[in-house]
């Protein structure tokens, strides 16, 4: 049964033929060049526990976002990675686009070009509209939310929805200088092992199913931004033959590389040296995890050098409570505080966690591309 949906879908969906094709490597490489060295954060306001909750009329805070831009801005960021929401168009497609021309106006007035994820594969799979329950206490994370949900990703006659959804929001930003790019889906097969574990194959097909698919629909609407989705487990990502469905989507249809590593700094490199591969540009779409060996002062200059783009998990210490580790979700920080901040570089009053980071990406945002100042 499951395979023949699969089937109905697919007879379903047609690419378009006006539809743009992927960048050559050309392309892409020239349009890189034309950018200014990006480095910036995975961006949420301090007021917000996911994605919903930012965005939806009744709780969007726009003089929120506007401080905490600011503060980026101050210590030369250049972009911020913002997630959107299938859910969001649905409940209303003409106030949320409207919102994000608003957030698009406060960006570029601190000089920040976004990139927007349309789809995420992590947290929980049941997301609901309206008001958000409030943080865990102690937990990573407690509120982010998966789009598509568990729901509609198993359920082949709801893809029409999302081919407009990504159609329409693509297509009425498809020219928007403003914008960096689309990153179509962030890491699409995780399985959320450690908190809501799906690890079924049905779940996989469909997620392999409908990624190329999310790559057209977009391509569709002839965007002038790269389209992406970053790859983020596994190695050897330089042999297409050992890896699975999604990652080679993820990295014969991205018009430029992206990737996450939360790893030590020999690992981040031996990983980005590998990507060098498919000549196109490379953006590291999550890195900075402090527990685990990743942070600022090891691995952003690494990407400076290598003229990679540089986005951190976690900007300003908030509802999401990233300062927490992943291990929160089985054993939650109540009692006493992490002995080091996991993600996040601001205070929720905008003193940052550590003033020596902010120098660093200040200085290296500062510097010609590729060239790591010395650091006094």
Known sequence: MRKLLLLCAVLAFAQPASARELWTKDQANAWYAQQKWLVGSNYIPADAINQLEMWQAASFDLAAIDKELGWAQGIGMTTMRVFLHDGLWQQDAPGFKKRMDAFLAIAAKHGIKPLFVLFDSCWDPAYKLGPQHPPIPGVHNSGWVQGPGAKTLADPSQYPRLQSYVEDIVGSFAHDDRILG????????????????????????????????????????????PLTSGIWHNSNWDKLDGLNAVEKTQLTQSDVISFHDYSWPETFEARAAALTVYGRPLICTEFMARGAGSTFDTILPIGKRRNIGMINWGFVNGKTQTDMPWDSWQRPYTLKPPTLWFHDIFRPDGTPYRARETVIIKRLSAAPKTVVPAME
Not at 183 to 188: A, F, I, L, S, T
Not at 192 to 216: C, G, I, M
Request: aromatic share 16%; hydrophobic share 40%; net charge negative.
């Open 182 to 225: 689309w990153d179509v889906w962030n890491e699409p097969d995780n399985s959320n092992a450690s908190t809501y574990a799906d690890n079924s194959q049905a779940r996989f097909d469909h997620v392999a199913f409908l990624l190329p698919k999310v790559f057209e629909w977009a391509r569709s609407v002839n965007p002038s931004q």
